[in-house]
């Protein structure tokens, strides 16, 4: 038995000086390479990124002018119409010129649930009629809350009693101050003889879409 082992050492020489690699020692190896390999890899340098062509870029349009308007050409004069022949307003009598000795005269138009002041101021005014021209008839609502107006004769100017507003009677109800921001609605009127007639309104009543009912319209 001792002949044959001496004998294979002796044919195979290089076996006997190999040492043999046993399982823990293989694992340690693996893993260190392992970890050999890792900070190989972080220790690298990145990639070059790769260049990428520049996407085109839409160019902002420029806005073209407006054409110049042309010129226009008036050939003929446009009437407009009395507001009297817009809405059938009814023609009623409201006074006479025997009322007005006073100054001021109260009536309703153009319906009984409107209240107007009949004017004589003394001196012709604007939408005057009459002999003088001086006979104007006014709403006697105020335009900012519908408060009933008073006038007084000797300055010529309605006074809300609510709220203040002045009108001047003398130059067509215009607001003097106050919340109102609109004047007193004018009553075109007619004289015929000795009778003062109402046609229409000139504005809009406080209160109302319309100044006439619609069973009038």
Do not use: W
């Not at 020489?13 to 900070?39: C, E, M, N, T, W």
């Not at 106050?178 to 009543?205: C, F, K, M, S």
Request: net charge negative; glycine share 6%.
């Amino acid at each position: 038995m001792e002949d044959r082992e001496v004998k294979s050492l002796e044919e195979n020489p290089d076996h006997s000086q190999k040492p043999r690699l046993d399982r823990r020692s293989f694992l340690k190896l693996s893993s260190i390479s392992g970890a050999a390999a890792v900070l190989a890899a972080c220790a690298a340098p990145p990639p070059a990124p790769t260049a990428v062509p520049p996407t085109a870029v839409p160019q902002a349009s420029v806005p073209t002018a407006a054409p110049a308007p042309s010129p226009v050409v008036v050939t003929e004069t446009v009437e407009v119409p009395v507001i009297g022949a817009v809405l059938p307003y009814p023609r009623l009598k409201i006074a006479t010129l025997n009322d007005l000795q006073s100054g001021a005269f109260s009536a309703t138009y153009p319906d009984q649930f409107s209240p107007i002041q009949v004017l004589k101021v003394g001196k012709k005014v604007p939408g005057g009629v009459g002999p003088d021209g001086d006979i104007v008839a006014y709403s006697g609502l105020c335009t900012h809350m519908g408060c009933p107006m008073s006038y007084d004769p000797a300055t010529k100017i309605f006074v809300c009693p609510c709220h203040y507003s002045h009108f001047d009677a003398a130059a067509d109800a215009m607001l003097i101050n106050g919340p109102a921001t609109q004047n007193l609605p004018r009553i075109i009127l007619e004289v015929e003889g000795q009778d003062i007639y109402a046609v229409a309104v000139e504005g809009l009543i406080y209160g109302r879409v319309h100044n006439l009912s619609l069973t009038e319209l």
